[in-house]
């Protein structure tokens, strides 16, 4: 499934460079089961042994089936790292509530992970990731495989996001309050709309997203000065001149964090990625019976709706 040679120096006697390539290799395909912190072992010691592989990122449990990638849980544990460097505090606070986080293989749905086998084949076609506790992804959009349905946007920084949004409301006691009126007066200016603004959660994750650099079409958007058009909020940059409020609540609950997210496809051979090739990766495509599955509830939904307004009709 992968190509994970790394390129030796052509220095090297052949059978010399095949030897080195091959145990390179070797070690990069080993499954993820990195040394852990007592609390996150302890907290694996509690969880279905469907996960096979588990890395720490600070102390905070990332773990995955044996079909993952390794890649793409490094990754992961990256990314966190990254996101929290200036705050240590919320880190520790996410770990000391058990957050973890559960990376899904390509050719698995969120219902086949053990936390969400008792959802309904919606949820499989509906999420490629959730907040809450756990965290979830797919690893084709950490590591950016071909048909990955999220391509353009990091889903985890997104779900990571509503994990850090718990953490904190529970480290400052101010932070929902003024997240929730935030997202009230830009809603009453009428000038914004997307995903975003659907409530304080959403408004705060895909600020998030932008904050990072990793949103995309229809996440936040603001109508532009002729009034006929929107534009995307998905930089920081666009984030301080449209929504300065929200950039500034960022800006502070980050402490000051200059990183930014820089697409894997821009990234691989380094650190983490040595050994990744894109070009081995599988390609993403929905199970059938889990778009007809999808397709069926929708359609008894959309039915149920229309029976539910006809009897208000009456009334």
Request: glycine letters at 8%.
């Amino acid at each position: 499934m992968f190509n994970l040679f790394r390129a030796v120096p052509c220095c090297l006697a052949p059978s010399m460079a095949a030897l080195l390539a091959a145990s390179l290799a070797l070690a990069d395909a080993q499954p993820a089961k990195d040394p852990l912190p007592p609390p996150a072992a302890d907290l694996l010691k509690t969880l279905d042994p469907f996960y096979k592989q588990h890395v720490s990122a600070g102390g905070l449990l990332i773990v995955a089936s044996e079909k993952v990638s390794p890649y793409a849980l490094r990754e992961v544990a990256y990314l966190v790292q990254r996101m929290l460097a200036n705050r240590p505090d919320a880190l520790q606070e996410l770990i000391r509530k058990q957050m973890y986080v559960c990376v899904m293989a390509c050719g698995e749905m969120q219902t086949d992970l053990p936390e969400c086998r008792k959802m309904s084949l919606w949820w499989a076609k509906r999420a490629r990731g959730l907040g809450g506790r756990p965290v979830s992804c797919g690893e084709e959009n950490q590591l950016d495989y071909k048909g990955d349905p999220y391509r353009g946007e990091n889903i985890f920084i997104h779900e990571f996001a509503h994990g850090i949004h718990g953490a904190l409301g529970r480290l400052d006691a101010k932070f929902n309050e003024r997240l929730k009126a935030l997202h009230q007066d830009a809603r009453q200016t009428g000038r914004f709309r997307g995903y975003g603004m659907g409530n304080p959660g959403e408004f705060w994750a895909e600020g998030v997203q932008s904050w990072f650099h990793c949103n995309r079409r229809g996440g936040l958007e603001v109508l532009a000065a002729d009034g006929n058009r929107y534009r995307d909020i998905d930089t920081r940059q666009a984030l301080k001149e449209h929504l300065p409020a929200l950039a500034q609540l960022l800006d502070e609950s980050f402490a000051r964090n200059p990183w930014v997210y820089v697409p894997v496809r821009d990234r691989v051979g380094r650190d983490h990625l040595r050994g990744y090739d894109p070009a081995g990766a599988p390609t993403f495509r929905w199970p059938k019976h889990v778009i007809e599955a999808y397709n069926r509830i929708e359609a008894e939904r959309a039915q149920k709706r229309k029976q539910e307004e006809r009897r208000d009709a009456k009334k």
